[in-house]
């Protein structure tokens, strides 16, 4: 059978995702945000600056960001001007900068300077959408409310067949729907995950993916017999 064909005869994503979160686990089994962070609110300002940024331009400047704006607080008292420059490297920094003061303003204001640990009070927090707020529950609170999508999850999931949306709530709302809760935190991070490392926007690595006999989307990046997908799969 052609990959082609397997992968119009592929069966539903609902039938898929077991072996799929099987497949991740093995390959990914620690797998966590690569954002350095010792609190709530500082998870929340990293996932904010990690908008259009890389993690690891991230994790360059939030050491002495944090060291001088120790608290919710600092960061609602800081100066606008002085915070754009700080976090420049990261762009976007005039958006970022009012979404990290308004968030800390309100934190300070009305949640007592801690940061909520619930959905429906974190998405009252300027510049926290669900993405920012999952990766938060989830990361500071061990809780799954949700599974944040990112560039990576949205990728890997429209490639894998798992959602044809392309806005990142409904392409979550298509997720929750087949991933069982107790994996909702562990597939995100194991989505991005290989998505870095296998599955980039540009020349996915399909011969080398665990997911390829999986994946509907293979045959349009290599021919079959470069997949080298073992017959038992075809």
Known sequence: MSLLKRGKEMKSAKQRI?????VLYKAYPKSRT???????????VATILSAQCTDERVNQITPSLFKKHPTPHDFASADPKV?????????FFRNKTKSIIGASKKIVEDFDGAVPDNMEDLLTLPGVARKTANIVLSSAFQKAEGIAVDTHVKRLSQRLGLSKENVPDKIEQDLIAIVPKKDWIDFNYMLV????????????RCPECQLRHLCPSASEFY????????????
Request: aromatic share 4%; glycine share 6%; net charge positive.
């Open 18 to 22: 077991g072996e799929i979160i099987a």
């Open 83 to 91: 915070l754009e420059m700080e976090i420049k490297s990261t762009g």
């Open 223 to 234: 021919p079959e017999n470069e997949l080298n997908i073992p017959k038992s799969f075809r």
């Open 34 to 44: 690569v954002l350095r962070f010792e609190s709530p609110h500082q998870i929340l």
């Open 193 to 204: 995950l290989h998505g870095r490392r296998v599955c980039p926007s540009r020349k996915p």
